[in-house]
């Protein structure tokens, strides 16, 4: 494998990258702990991935989807 493909890969899909390696972690803790392992893995996989694709295309974009789904704080 070429060692200038394979860092570019990385640099241009970091925060991939790192979103599905996470989600793969904290899948791999809840199965150890037993709860529905498979669908979990592949949903914090999946999640991850979305997030970290969101912040390798436009970071500011995932602060606008979490101020449309959270309400505003306060009373």
Aim: charged fraction near 25%; aromatic fraction near 12%; include cysteine.
């Amino acid at each position: 494998m070429d060692k200038e493909w394979l860092r570019e890969l990385v640099e241009e899909h970091r925060y991939r990258i790192l979103g599905a390696l996470i989600g793969l972690v904290v899948a791999l803790l809840i199965i150890r702990f037993g709860i529905l392992w498979a669908l979990f893995i592949l949903l914090c996989v999946g999640i991850g991935y979305w997030v970290g694709k969101q912040l390798d295309e436009d970071p500011e974009r995932l602060f606008h989807i979490f101020d449309r789904l959270l309400p505003p704080g306060g009373r």
